[in-house]
């Protein structure tokens, strides 16, 4: 409650079709700090449009990443939204390479859900990368929302479970080639959060 509260914990809305290919968002990570926090989602997989290629990625993906999993972070500092290589920007869904784009968003920009303590955090790329607008409009759209705490992670429950965690230590838990193809927490990110609390 404190995180929704504080205007930190997002809805995730995107297309329908990511949960055909059992690739939908299922654990978000939250660090929170004195200033904002840090909110690292989790996803089962990300499938690339083509099957041919998709079979290709996922097997390079498991000795590369360690994980077939798809791990994107935002980290919310203020009352602004920064987006480290995660951004979206106008790209859709049809993207076949959907370009890593790294931004700031004020708050303000995004769409507020329900009561409007909840901002909504739109997956517009089928490789999960994320933005204040959805790109989208034409396909079907689910939204996924907070389990009440004490939910589990489970295939058949399209919301997400809420853990705490950043995105380091979500890395560690895989063992890869690489954890991650964007700098993430910098010096200048961690000044601005301040202090962490959890």
Sequence with gaps: ???????????????????????????????????????????????????????????????????????ETVIIIGDEVFFPGTYSGDQTWKEKVPKHNETAVPMSSFEKHGDGSEFILWVNTWNHLVGEKNTNPDMEITYQHA????????MNNKDFVVRK?????????FKGLMTSVSKIMTPERQKKLGERLF
């Design 1 to 71: 409650e404190k995180l929704r509260a504080n205007g930190h914990l997002p809805v995730v809305a995107g297309p329908t079709v990511d949960f055909h290919g059992m690739n939908q968002l299922q654990t978000v990570y939250v660090a929170e700090y004195t200033n904002g926090a840090e909110i690292t989602l989790l996803f089962l997989d990300e499938d690339r449009p083509n099957a041919c290629e998709d079979c290709l990625y996922d097997t390079i993906r498991r000795p590369l990443f360690g994980r077939y999993s798809d791990v």
């Design 147 to 154: 389990q009440p705490s004490g939910g589990t992670e489970q």
């Design 165 to 173: 965690g950043s995105r380091a230590e979500v890395d560690a838990r």
